[in-house]
């Protein structure tokens, strides 16, 4: 369990850095909502070894630990509200320059 | 104790987080909306000094527990003599920026959510100063970023929005930083208050397997928040583009959050390991102070020329904050709050000529020769350079001489050669701005405005900054009791685990 944990955090961290470093303001966002997920499973990989029960059962077992998954809610919250707000500066951006390419918004730099 | 002082630590977040909902309420009646966010604003900065008298009064750290769930499974506050200091430096510069706001010919201020924001922006700096959670410190840095990113991205400046975004771009994937920590933190210690945390940090035999790594990603979210040198890319630009108000209060207290995190750090969470991540914050802020001060030489808006400088000020706290000699976090602590108050003022000058200016604009191509009919302004931004770059009679002074005799005590000479020469340079581009605006002649065409932004908020700022440079005592007696504490990180868990 511990390895594909590992192994989806690993390749949706890395496929997310690409694409945030790409050149393409839409890819980007979409490289940082993978971020996010890579970010939120690690926390959930934290602290989900002891137990595959509930964290709040009666059971006997082991049970997931609790906070953690308190923590992943709150960060998929902020971190949707996050990319909403990024798609909508961007939408405003682009239809400034009317392109998405990050290379030609050079507004900026003068 | 008593019921009411741990109840009191709620109170400079309480106040201007209801303040900001019913501000959003009042948002149909524009006057009524901003006189109540000025009164709350003010309450909470009352409430403040409050707490700090009454923490520096009984002489140990005030800590509440959220819900009543005690620490280390609920939230904690803790307000140490650090935090309040903070707290008030914070809550003192925010009451200005909106004196300057109620005072502004901006388009921006009339937005109906602008106080609400503004409002919000103090809760998200207050919050993460008082927390003792490092999950919570996530919370409030996120609502800080989010509401200095909404009131950028409305701004006049028509390049406001790419500036929010790259901002906004940079901190987010620094707050996805700050998760990281967390959950480092986490797997290797098993809890998140950080008074747990150092406790258990400094208890272990071995360092826990993600000890540094969370280390790591912690320094790195702190450089990308107040913007240390290698991080600082969108600093310039987004301190540009933000309405005058908000710049002056991104570019002065919103980077202290940084400063703070690197204090806590060094101090409370990792006092076992700092000595190995210090020298990193010496070099940075080197870095910083030489890159800031030619960056800032090179520019060509006065703006623009301010964000540079507090890149270069926030390098000069940094040594401070890696030395780490009790003098030296006194310093930086004097140093910190002193350049709050320099910075805003500062800022707020340059967008007062710049709101008297033909265009809206603080470039000195706009603004060469405008300050004939400026007589005061001028006055206010030559003691405000004279402050920033350390000349007696201003606050200013007080905070270099302060880091360079602890740099003297601790005999780091090379080090105070280098920042001693680069500390120049602030003279040179202040002094370059002040000519460019008050000495050279008027360009054809260019005829100051008959009416501006309001000055009030300034001149109270530049007031401050010369009282604090003649009668320093009080500030400085409570650094350093502060930096005192510090250097006892059992004072600060003793408070959150009363009786261990």
Known sequence: ?110 | MSLFPTHLLLLPLIIPLTGAAIALLLRKVRPVQEYWTLGTMVTSLLASLWLLFTVQGQGEPLAFQLGGWNAPFGISLVADLLAALFVVMVQLVMVLGLVYALGSRDKVVQYPFFYPLFLTLAVGLTGTMLTGDLFNLFVFAELLVISGTVLTAMADDRFGVEAAFKYFYMSLLASFFLLLSVGSMYVSYGTLNMADLARQITAADSPGLLLWPGIVFLLATFMVKSAVFPFHFWQPDFHTAAPTAVSAMLSSVVVKLGVYGFIRMTTLLFVAQAPIFRPVLIVLGIAGIIYGGLAALGTHNVKRMLAYSTLAQVGFILVGIGWGSTLAIAAALVFAFNHSLIKAAMLMLAGYVASRAAIKSAAFQVVTGMGKALPAAGILFFLGGLALSGIPPTSGFVSKALLFNSGIVGEEFMVLLVIGLASILTLLYVMRAFQRIWWLAPQEGAKAKPAGDRLLAPLILIALVVVLGIWAAPLVDVAQEAAQWLAQPDIYIQAVFPGG
């Open chain 1, 1 to 110: 369990m511990d390895l594909i944990y590992a192994l989806a955090v690993g390749a949706l961290f890395a496929i997310g850095i690409f694409q945030v470093l790409r050149r393409s303001a839409i890819r980007s966002v979409i490289g940082f909502v993978l971020l996010a997920n890579a970010v939120n499973l690690f926390l959930l990989s934290v602290g989900a070894y002891d137990g595959l029960q509930a964290a709040y059962t009666t059971s006997e077992q082991i049970r997931a630990d609790a906070l953690p998954q308190a923590l992943i809610l709150t960060a998929i919250v902020i971190s949707m509200g996050g990319t909403a707000f990024t798609l909508a500066l961007l939408n405003i951006i682009a239809a400034r320059y009317r392109t998405a390419d990050l290379d030609e918004m050079e507004g900026l730099k003068h």
